[in-house]
Structure formats: C-alpha cells, structure tokens
C-alpha cells in the first residue's frame, strides 16, 4: 500500500514536472481590459463613421451610389462599433459573473504570440509589397496570401498538437484561399466599381 502510494507521489511529481506545449499557455485577458478595448474600439469605429459621412458625396457629378466616397469606411465603421458592442457586452457578463472573485494578473504576451504578430505583419507587408501589382492577378495574390496565412497561422496548433498536414486540410486550406481572392476581387470590381490591378 505504501509502495502504490509512493508511486502514484512520483509519477504525479513527474507529470507536473513536464514541459507544457504552447496549447497550455493560455492568456487569460480580464474582463476590465476587455471592457476598455471595445470601448476604444468603438470610439475609432464612430471617429471613421463620422468621418465617412462627412466626406464629399459627388452628387453633383452623377455618379454610381455604390461607388461614392465613404462608403466602405463607413460599413467598416458600422462593424467595428458592433463588434465592438458585442466584446463590451460579452466583458461585462465576465465581469458580472467574477464580482466577488479577486482580480488575477493577466500574464504578459508569451512568445508564441509575438511570433504570429510577427508573421502577420510579414505575410501583410509581403503581400502589398511582392504580390500586389507585379504582374499577378489581383485574385491570385490574394488567394495566395490566404491560403499561406491560413497554413502559416495553423501550423503551431498542429505542431504542439502532433498532428501532421493532410492533403485534406491542404485542398480545404487551398479551396478557401480560392473562393476568398474570387469573392474579393468581384465584391470590388463589380460591386464597388474599383480597379484592381
């Protein structure tokens, strides 16, 4: 009885002692710094309404409705105060539901979550500095950049997981990739009249 005790001691000590994979360090936000993110997010939603509704229109020159100026930043505008209501309202349940409970210090940003910062802004700086304008569609650039964010960005919560990169996850990555640089590109040809190179 000691021995089995003894052994399930060590073997508990053991597992506690094992490196924990990159699925295990989880960032824990509080609710207060959620709430003060979606309040600034918002304002800036509001600050881009406000200003699409006060840029020049163009009725004068007769011009399609769907094509004037302001309108997609203020759609975009719409959606960031939306979403961001949405947090307010999701950070305010949180805080609600933890009121009694002692406030825990969110941990700082680890590396794992600096290095897909890092590869954002690289896949973005890649994309309008090497894809857009030489000589490739604007589709397929698109596309591209897609389905190499997709993978790039998956490929962490693969590797921690064990898991390996199937030819299915690769045609649905692809297929997604596909169908976003299409969409795009008629959303904004046909749709918003803009060209794109």
């Not at 163009?58 to 769907?66: F, G, S």
């Not at 009694?100 to 700086?125: D, F, N, Y």
Request: glycine letters at 8%; a positive charge.
């Amino acid at each position: 009885m000691t021995q089995t005790a003894s052994s399930s001691t060590a073997q508990a000590k053991q597992s506690s002692e094992l490196p924990t994979t990159p699925i295990e360090e989880t960032r824990t936000v509080s609710p207060r710094a959620d709430l003060i993110a979606a309040f600034a997010w918002m304002i800036f939603g509001a600050a881009v309404l406000i200003g699409s509704l006060r840029m020049d229109r163009l009725e004068k020159q007769d011009i399609n409705p769907y094509t004037a100026p302001g309108l997609l930043p203020g759609l975009l505008g719409i959606v960031t105060v939306l979403l961001g209501f949405l947090l307010a309202l999701r950070s305010w349940r949180r805080f609600a539901a933890h009121a009694g409970e002692a406030a825990v210090a969110t941990p700082a940003t680890s590396s794992v979550e600096k290095k897909r910062i890092v590869l954002v802004v690289g896949l973005c700086v890649v994309f309008a500095v090497g894809l857009v304008g030489h000589g490739l569609p604007f589709w397929v650039a698109a596309a591209l950049f897609v389905t190499i964010a997709i993978l790039s960005l998956q490929h962490v919560q693969r590797k921690a997981a064990g898991e390996s990169l199937t030819l299915a996850i690769f045609c649905k990555t692809v297929a997604v990739g596909l169908g976003a640089g299409i969409v795009i590109t008629l959303v904004f040809q046909e749709l918003f009249l803009v060209h794109l190179p």
